[in-house]
């Protein structure tokens, strides 16, 4: 229900911008964001965002990274700028959906396939 795309390979310094669009019959969206995981390492947050527009940032993108988001289109960005070769990991988007018909309208998060970024010259 999620389906991300925008990763690939980019030089340091360069910009990617990754998109991730939800799908289905869906009521509402709580909390969006993008999870990083590098190779041998733990998945970790990178952005988040809230229905309201409310952004977090893991230390390591602040100032580089800018998470946005489409309600009307139930989309998610995030894009990427000054691009490290510690920014190298598959990223994933994730959602907090309510489809219609859920009971009691309760949400469940949804996992994006992933897409990987390389930053590497």
């Known amino acids: 229900q999620l389906q991300a795309s925008g990763g690939g390979l980019v030089q340091p310094g360069g910009s990617l911008r990754l998109s991730c669009a939800a799908s289905?019959?869906?009521?509402?969206?709580?909390?969006m964001g993008w999870y990083c995981q590098a190779l041998g390492k733990q998945r970790e947050l990178v952005a988040s965002i809230t229905s309201a527009g409310s952004t977090n940032y893991a230390d390591s993108v602040v100032g580089r990274f800018t998470i946005s988001r489409d309600n009307a289109k139930n989309r998610v960005d995030l894009q990427m700028n000054s691009l490290k070769p510690e920014d190298t990991a598959v990223y994933y988007c994730n959602a907090d959906i309510v489809y219609s018909g859920s009971v009691f309208r309760m949400s469940s998060v949804y996992w994006g396939q992933g897409t990987l970024v390389t930053v590497s010259s």
């Open positions: 289905g019959s869906i009521f509402s969206i709580n909390d």
